[in-house]
């Protein structure tokens, strides 16, 4: 496979995930909330600063339908977290030939 | 696991914050010898993947979820100095877009993510890799391993936080045993998502996958047939 349909490939499966397949994810608390819960120091959680954002709790806002508006901010988050990450990595990559890797 | 705010008082959060500063410094210099014009795509591909999955809770019974880390998973495909740098961009995003972990918490999930579970899933991978039979085929369920190994560690490093700074009167010992039980159970689901991603790229593009790299090479090297790879190793 080309390393660029494989790229594609990858990325239509996690654009599927984010934006089709979360809206079907468990909706219970994630081992540490639950735990914290429990044990009883979930109440020492602060509100997020971020808690009114346009995207807070993978929700756009002014979307009313759940599956649409989860499976948006699905995709959205996919692609900065892509264009972030992409453009790091490209930006630190080694573009010597002779700095070839050392293992 | 991503921790909100609060949970951890001030001075436990700087610290973790100078921890994750200098744990970005360091992947940002390792991440060099790791990324070229080939695999630096690829390190975008997998933080996609991984923010992607992270939104997949997974039931794991008694009104519980957990959900991939992906410390384990992104260090075998790309490195572990990039896969710190993947899961740290996953999480500022996650925190600054979704609300998704704390701000102030941002320096102590990076130090989860991106030093814990990274550095033990890979430290476990290769320590694997050594003692067992040098066979491309292992390299899925050698992750696998590796990715359930990394679950229980970092809980009990955020547990070691909490002991810390932790800001509740609650026994310590009873959030040590809740915290390593159910994140056992949810290290079963990371080591079963990580071993299914990885064998599939492994069967597709056993040469993307940065854990398999050092197995490929000696074989490229034995048969000598392929020109691209002999110009990559030059």
């Known amino acids: 496979m080309k390393t660029r349909t494989f790229l594609l490939a990858g990325l239509v499966v996690a654009l599927l995930l984010g934006g089709f397949v979360s809206f079907y994810a468990s909706s219970h608390p994630d081992g540490l909330v639950y735990v914290a819960e429990k044990v009883g120091f979930l109440d020492t959680a602060d509100d997020h600063a971020a808690a009114d954002g346009p995207m807070a709790g993978y929700e756009v806002k002014g979307v009313d339908d759940p599956r649409l508006s989860g499976g948006l901010a699905g995709v959205i988050g996919i692609l900065v977290t892509l264009g972030l990450a992409g453009g790091l990595a490209l930006a630190v990559r080694r573009r010597d030939p002779q700095d070839a890797d050392a293992e | ?234």
């Open chain 2, 1 to 234: 696991m991503h921790v909100p705010d609060g949970f951890l008082d001030a001075p436990t959060s700087l610290a973790t914050g100078a921890v994750a500063v200098v744990g970005i410094a360091v992947a940002l210099r390792g991440a060099r010898r790791e990324l070229d014009d080939r695999t630096a795509p690829m390190a975008g591909l997998v933080a996609a993947f991984v923010f992607a999955a992270q939104m997949l809770n997974f039931p794991v019974g008694a009104g519980t979820s957990g959900h991939l880390l992906g410390g384990a998973l992104a260090a075998v495909l790309v490195g572990p100095y990039t896969a710190a740098l993947c899961l740290a961009v996953v999480l500022l995003v996650q925190a600054l877009l979704f609300a998704d972990g704390g701000i102030t918490a941002l320096g102590t999930n990076i130090t989860l993510f991106s030093v814990v579970a990274v550095g033990t899933g890979w430290l476990v991978f290769r320590g694997l890799q050594t003692v067992l039979p040098k066979r491309i085929g292992l390299v899925p369920f050698l992750a696998g391993v590796a990715a359930f190994v990394s679950v229980p560690v970092t809980a009990v490093a955020f547990v070691g936080l909490f002991a810390v700074g932790g800001q509740a009167p609650v026994s310590l010992g009873a959030v040590l045993t809740t915290m390593i039980g159910w994140h056992v159970v949810i290290g079963l689901g990371e080591a079963l998502i990580t071993a299914l991603v990885v064998s599939s790229v492994v069967a597709t593009r056993p040469d993307l996958v940065r854990g398999a790299r050092p197995l490929l090479a000696r074989r490229t090297l034995e048969i000598r047939t392929s020109p691209t790879a002999g110009g990559a190793v030059s």
